[in-house]
């Protein structure tokens, strides 16, 4: 395999910006560039691969990476890595022998943000994919009923949909969802597929080309298509929507292979609703942002007709909408995603591998290996890459205590108000600003690069949820107390911008 063209492009222009640097204009003309020269080199297809030989023939049911691993045994014997323990300052965990720390004790506020909720019960830092079947099995969140969508992205699932389904893998997918998760853990361990995400579930077992297989994802990316959401990172659902649109957007046929190369990953590594009263969804209509997915959720009905939460919070009865993960989202929105960086690229960097290169199977954090991450884009030396990210990470865990702070002192407030005699419908807009803030300050929490995908982005998610947190506060502090609040707190909406944005 050739090195990948955007790496090189890449550097090259990050070289040349620095040729520049002196002249302040200039920068505004490279970025403009950049973002042409991103897209039009990434819109070909899945590029052939180079050729290997075959020991054996492998196929859509072979979900056992072993038996791939006698064609492949580099990628094999590096994806066996993910198993080894690592650690970053915020990212990896500690260590193969126990469970990972729980997120909840180490940050009291999330516990409290989640009362009336699994999360509240058992919520840890993630590790590495070798883990991912055996630490769902674990978790004490499956002391409460939980539905059979879990497996989605936890398992390699797609035979046993395809079998649930009478060989239509989307109704598998559909029936999944009503089913316990003990009984079809129990079915995935007695069909011989109980292993974590394998070769098959990213790749075409005939071509090794890329691929999309999880359901989730191509329903959501085909719904995000069709919608107005901001697509600047994903240049084919550009294509799509100025074309005919005679078929739905979809990524095995429209992605280019460095679409693909985060696609693959935004299979699971996304904000998603899962129970057994609604299918999997990953709620993309409306868009990709925080507030985008924010819309889609409080327009949303459960099938029964009644208003879209996550649950009802144990102390103050407010309906709250709980983040999972969103890494493909956060991503979308920083100047890597409009770079046309991947997640590959970052998270799989090339290795070398005798006379070839090869992309490292060990998906692990990035920070474990700055010269090959970073370096082959980045001209600044490894301790300045580290400490670039540090800078972004602290700015981010600073920002996000103050939310957590913020979200306590509210939770306390509408607490009070309570035991004052408020009523429901009184405490209605300190309600809705507690469910605003807890999104906002969670789908950062929950978010597992600690603001590094998009600081920017990052970094006004939180300072909304403050400010909603702040006036759910005001608002609950107000009732049947004879304190006076200023007139936008009582009304719960944000005061209108105080200047108009100068023109562009
Ligand atoms: C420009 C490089 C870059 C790109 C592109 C990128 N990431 Fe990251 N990612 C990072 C860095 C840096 C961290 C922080 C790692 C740490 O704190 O140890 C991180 C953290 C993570 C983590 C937590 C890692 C851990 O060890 O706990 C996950 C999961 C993750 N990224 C997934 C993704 C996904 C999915 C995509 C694509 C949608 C993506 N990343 C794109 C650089 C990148
Ligand atoms: C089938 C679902 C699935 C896919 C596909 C997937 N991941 Fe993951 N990933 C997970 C789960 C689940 C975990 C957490 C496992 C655990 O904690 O037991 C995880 C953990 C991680 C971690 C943390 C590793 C560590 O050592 O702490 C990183 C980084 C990561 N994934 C990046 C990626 C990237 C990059 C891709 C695409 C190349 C990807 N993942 C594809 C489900 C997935
Ligand atoms: C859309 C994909 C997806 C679905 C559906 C999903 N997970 Fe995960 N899960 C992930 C990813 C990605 C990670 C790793 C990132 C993280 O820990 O934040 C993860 C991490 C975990 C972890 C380890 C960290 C922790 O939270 O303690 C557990 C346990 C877990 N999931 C359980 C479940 C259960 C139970 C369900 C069903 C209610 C479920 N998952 C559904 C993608 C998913
Ligand atoms: C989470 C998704 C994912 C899983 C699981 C996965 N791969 Fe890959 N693989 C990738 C990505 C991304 C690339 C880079 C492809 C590209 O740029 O075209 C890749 C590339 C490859 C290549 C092409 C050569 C190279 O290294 O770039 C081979 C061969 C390969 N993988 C084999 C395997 C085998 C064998 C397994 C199972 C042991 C496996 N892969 C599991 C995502 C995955
Ligand atoms: C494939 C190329 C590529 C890789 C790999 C890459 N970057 Fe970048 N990075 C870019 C480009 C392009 C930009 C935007 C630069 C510009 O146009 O000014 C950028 C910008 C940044 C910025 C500035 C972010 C901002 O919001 O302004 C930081 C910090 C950064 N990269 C860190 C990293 C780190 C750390 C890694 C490794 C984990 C990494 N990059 C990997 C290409 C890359």
Not at 391 to 409: F, P, S
Request: proline share 6%; net charge neutral.
């Amino acid at each position: 395999m050739t090195d990948d063209p955007h790496a090189s492009r890449a550097s090259l222009l990050l070289r040349s910006r620095a040729f520049f640097a002196g002249l302040g204009f200039v920068a505004a003309a490279a970025a403009a560039f950049a973002a042409y020269l991103t897209t039009d080199v990434y819109r070909h297809k899945a590029e052939a691969l180079t050729p290997f030989v075959r020991v054996v023939e492998v196929g859509e049911d072979d979900t056992d990476p072993a038996k791939w691993g006698r064609n492949w045994p580099a990628q094999f014997g590096a994806y066996k890595q993910t198993s080894r323990p690592t650690k970053t300052r915020f990212g990896g965990h500690a260590g193969s022998e126990a469970l990972p720390e729980e997120k909840i004790a180490r940050d009291p506020w999330l516990q409290r943000m989640f009362r009336g909720y699994a999360f509240s019960i058992d919520y840890r830092d993630r590790r590495g994919h070798a883990y991912m079947l055996e630490d769902q099995e674990q978790t004490k969140r499956l002391t409460k009923p939980q539905s059979g969508s879990c497996l989605h992205c936890h398992a390699s699932v797609m035979p046993l949909y395809r079998a649930l389904g009478a060989g239509d893998a989307d109704k598998g997918f559909e029936a999944s969802h009503a089913m316990s998760y003990q009984q079809i853990n129990q079915q995935l361990h007695d069909s011989g597929h109980a292993h974590p995400v394998s070769c098959v579930d990213c790749h075409d077992p005939s071509t090794m080309a890329l691929r999309v297989t999880r359901p989730g994802f191509k329903r959501a990316i085909a719904a995000f298509a069709e919608g107005k959401g901001d697509a600047v990172a994903l240049p084919s659902v550009q294509a799509w929507r100025e074309g005919k649109r005679a078929r739905p957007y979809d990524p095995s046929t429209d992605a280019s292979r460095n679409e693909l190369r985060s696609f693959v990953c935004g299979q699971c590594h996304v904000e998603y609703y899962c129970s057994s009263k609604m299918p999997l969804t990953f709620p993309w209509a409306n868009g990709l942002k925080v507030d985008d997915i924010e819309g889609t959720w409080d327009a949303m009905k459960f099938p029964d007709g009644s208003a879209f939460s996550d649950y009802a919070h144990a102390e103050t009865g407010a309906p709250i909408l709980k983040a999972q993960h969103p890494e493909f989202e956060l991503w979308s929105q920083g100047i890597h995603a409009r770079s046309g960086v991947s997640c590959a690229d970052c998270h799989m960097p090339y290795v070398r591998e005798g006379a070839t290169k090869v992309s490292d199977h060990w998906v692990r954090s990035p920070l474990l290996q700055v010269n090959r991450a970073c370096q082959t884009c980045h001209r600044a030396s490894e301790a300045e890459m580290k400490a670039r990210v540090d800078v972004i990470q602290q700015r981010n865990h600073d920002l996000m205590q103050r939310g957590g702070a913020a979200i306590v002192e509210l939770i306390d407030a509408v607490v009070a108000a309570k035991q004052r005699g408020a009523t429901e419908q009184e405490l209605a807009v300190a309600w809705k600003l507690q469910r605003q803030a807890q999104w906002r300050l969670d789908f950062i929490a929950a978010e597992n690069s600690m603001g590094f995908h998009a600081p920017q982005e990052a970094a006004r998610t939180l300072a909304e949820a403050i400010d909603f947190a702040r006036r759910g506060q005001l608002a609950a502090v107000t009732l049947r107390s004879g304190i006076v609040a200023p007139p936008s707190a009582a009304s719960g909406a944000a005061p209108a911008a105080s200047s108009a944005a100068p023109p562009r």
